[in-house]
């Protein structure tokens, strides 16, 4: 399957927001949206902006989920494809199953910093799932479910440091014992908690044409 393999930075500035792919860089001053906020590539010397089209802004707002949770667009397109077959809102129902995907848990509860480095230990069979060895990074976890570490893994210095790391801030779904490297899901996720800025009805106009 093809990835982006250029820089992950351009994406941010591309969206014109902070999609945190590149983990504890992203909360620093080293932050490259920070230091140039401007989208990528040559600059008109006007500093006039052209009006973006409605199509555009929707479009723009796919882009922006897609690239923050890592998708290809088959995939993402099979996942609003099931949103849209599920009761309730589309567009919080398409977050909603981004948000229960393993690669992205791994990453709430902190084991990974960024989605990418998550999808990793996932796909390198790091992560256990009620203490199975889960190593498909679009598993959906569920109410209940324990996130812990192969016992081989714990000593990885990564998550030596994340033990003796304070907890970062946790959406209220999730809960984790960084002491004991143990996350657990508390509850499927919740709109509120998605700390990006998206207005998913966008996304869902877009497919709706």
């Not at 897609?66 to 996942?79: H, N, P, T, V």
């Not at 990793?120 to 679009?138: E, P, R, T, W, Y």
């Amino acid at each position: 399957m093809a990835r982006y393999t250029g820089s992950v930075c351009r994406l941010c500035r591309r969206e014109g927001c902070k999609l945190f792919l590149k983990g504890d860089r992203c909360y620093s001053g080293k932050c490259a949206f920070v230091k140039r906020p401007s989208p990528p590539g040559e600059q008109k010397k006007s500093g006039r902006r052209s009006k973006v089209s409605e199509y555009g802004l929707q479009l723009r707002e796919k882009q922006k989920v897609k690239r923050a949770y890592g998708m290809m667009e088959s995939q993402f397109e099979k996942y609003y494809n099931i949103a849209e077959r599920m009761k309730g809102k589309t567009g919080v129902n398409l977050l909603q199953l981004l948000e229960s995907r393993l690669d992205n848990v791994v990453f709430r509860l902190g084991f990974g910093d960024s989605r990418a480095q998550a999808r990793q230990f996932v796909l390198h069979g790091h992560i256990l799932v009620n203490g199975k060895k889960v190593d498909i990074a679009s598993f959906f976890v569920s109410e209940g479910d324990e996130i812990t570490l192969r016992k081989k893994s714990t000593e990885m210095e990564r998550f030596k440091e994340l033990r003796e790391s304070e907890a970062r801030p946790m959406p209220s779904w999730l809960s984790m014992d960084n002491a004991n490297l143990v996350g657990r899901v508390l509850s499927a996720p919740v709109r509120e908690d998605i700390d990006l800025t998206i207005e998913e009805h966008l996304i869902v106009e877009h497919y709706s044409k």
